[in-house]
């Protein structure tokens, strides 16, 4: 997983002037005695970008590694929310790849949706894995989520690969949006992402159970979105 990181970083830091956002130390870094738990996160922007978070958690018991990462763009571009979220455990993986449009029309389908779409044809071998129903709003063609045995999970790195490689270019010729309308449409659809995750999202639940609540809440508010 971490060959995975280092190479999305690698991407972004060539493509973007990146800068991190310190965060706060008790969300920044959390470790349990014995390497029970581990759990890193990290945010940074850019120009076109409101937020990328990163989290990194290996647990000990029962075995854990998991690395999610989700590029949040200003929304004075209309660019489609980015994400990914790879689960590991001692037998199997749990799979989340997705782009989320900002807008809902033909054009913007053709431009920023499409390119992902025909990519994700490469991988559709994966199994689809039930999906919550709140993620149902945001499936798309370019939608991953599957839950394969390991020996899967080059093949989802390199999927992943393949999508920040097709998303990088599009935030380095984002253009500013021109009309308020427009405008609001996005801003509407990043508030309900964000709303979704916040108020939806049951691994939120989860994971206060290993860490606490109230760190949990304060994590998915400062850090994941």
Same mark, same amino acid.
């Given at each position: 997983?971490?060959?995975?990181?280092?190479? @999305?970083?690698?991407?972004?830091?060539? *493509?973007?002037?990146? /800068?991190?956002?310190?965060? !706060?130390? $008790?969300? #920044?870094?959390?470790?349990?005695?014995?390497?029970?738990?581990?759990?890193?996160?990290?945010?940074?922007?850019?120009?076109?970008?409101?937020?990328?978070?990163?989290?990194?958690?290996?647990?000990?018991?029962?075995?854990?590694?998991?690395?999610?990462?989700?590029?949040?763009?200003?929304?004075?571009?209309?660019?489609?929310?980015?994400?990914?979220?790879?689960?590991?455990?001692?037998?199997?993986?749990?799979?989340?790849?997705? @782009?989320?449009?900002?807008?809902?029309? *033909?054009?913007?389908? /053709?431009?920023?949706?499409? !390119?992902? $779409?025909? #990519?994700?044809?490469?991988?559709?071998?994966?199994?689809?894995?039930?999906?919550?129903?709140?993620?149902?709003?945001?499936?798309?063609?370019?939608?991953?989520?599957?839950?394969?045995?390991?020996?899967?999970?080059?093949?989802?790195?390199?999927?992943?690969?393949?999508?920040?490689?097709?998303?990088?270019?599009?935030?380095?010729?984002?253009?500013?949006?021109?009309?308020?309308?427009?405008?609001?449409?996005?801003?509407?659809?990043?508030?309900?992402?964000?709303?979704?995750?916040?108020?939806?999202?049951?691994?939120?639940?989860?994971?206060?159970?290993?860490?606490?609540?109230?760190?949990?809440?304060?994590?998915?508010?400062?850090?994941?979105?």
């Amino acid at each position: 997983m971490d060959d995975l990181f280092n190479h @999305v970083l690698s991407q972004c830091s060539s *493509a973007l002037q990146l /800068e991190e956002i310190k965060l !706060p130390p $008790e969300l #920044a870094r959390t470790k349990y005695p014995f390497n029970a738990l581990e759990l890193v996160c990290r945010n940074w922007r850019s120009e076109s970008l409101r937020k990328i978070y990163c989290m990194r958690m290996k647990v000990r018991v029962p075995q854990l590694d998991i690395l999610g990462m989700a590029f949040h763009p200003k929304p004075c571009f209309d660019l489609p929310i980015f994400m990914f979220d790879l689960t590991c455990t001692k037998k199997k993986i749990i799979a989340y790849i997705n @782009v989320c449009a900002a807008i809902d029309d *033909a054009a913007y389908y /053709e431009k920023y949706m499409e !390119p992902f $779409e025909q #990519a994700a044809k490469r991988y559709a071998h994966f199994q689809p894995f039930k999906m919550p129903e709140w993620m149902q709003y945001y499936r798309t063609g370019c939608t991953i989520y599957t839950d394969p045995a390991l020996n899967f999970l080059d093949e989802l790195k390199a999927c992943i690969k393949d999508y920040v490689g097709l998303y990088l270019p599009m935030l380095t010729a984002a253009v500013k949006i021109s009309g308020p309308q427009k405008l609001e449409a996005v801003e509407r659809a990043h508030a309900r992402f964000v709303n979704d995750v916040l108020t939806k999202d049951r691994s939120q639940i989860m994971l206060g159970k290993v860490i606490g609540k109230e760190k949990a809440g304060r994590l998915f508010r400062e850090v994941l979105t």
